[in-house]
């Protein structure tokens, strides 16, 4: 179905702009309006396409159990962090930063549509926000880190991992 939508926009949007410039000083609309007709019918198509591709069930639970799975990795790596932050050097932190999270944190967002397809967009609104904020604290003590704050990476090391603790138990309330 996306494959004829592409079709479609593509020889729909062609024609239109085939038709828009046949004459210098008219349009022809008898052809200009069915073409683009033509175009905005491939794009419903392609968009309907990926909806069913996206919200399919068993994608939309594998999703779900990779956003969890994801978070909890999240969760437990800050944990590890945090036990650890008095005996890594603070320029050393930032990549370990890098080693222990860029996974999860892709695997989380690459999955995180889901949760707006099963639990609606005020459950995603929720979990989003707090996600954002932990990953935004992540940045922080990446940043920080780089700088050779101690201070500021002890600080936001905490509270990116509330952040996430957080994210990890709304997401587990709503599988109940």
Same mark, same amino acid.
């Given at each position: 179905m996306k494959k004829l939508g592409f079709l479609m926009i593509t020889i729909g949007f062609l024609s239109a702009s085939l038709a828009a410039v046949w004459q210098t000083d008219a349009v022809y609309w008898s052809y200009f309006i069915p073409a683009l007709a033509i175009g905005a019918t491939g794009v419903a198509l392609v968009r309907t396409g990926h909806r069913r591709i996206t919200t399919a069930e068993g994608k939309l639970a594998a999703n779900i159990e990779s956003a969890e799975t *994801?978070?909890?990795? %999240?969760?437990e790596n800050m944990a590890q962090l945090n036990d650890q932050k008095e005996s890594i050097n603070t320029y050393d932190i930032r990549h370990r930063v890098d080693e222990l999270f860029r996974e999860d944190l892709m695997t989380f967002v690459e999955s995180r549509q889901s949760i707006a397809h099963l639990y609606g967009l005020s459950a995603y609104g929720d979990i989003m926000s707090c996600f954002a904020a932990g990953e935004r604290y992540l940045n922080r003590v990446w940043s920080a880190s780089a700088d050779g704050y101690v201070d500021e990476v002890n600080a936001y090391l905490d509270k *990116?991992?509330?952040?996430? *603790? %957080?994210c990890l138990e709304k997401t587990l309330k709503l599988k109940q």
């Open positions: *994801a978070l909890r990795g %999240i969760v *990116a991992r509330e952040q996430f *603790a %957080i």
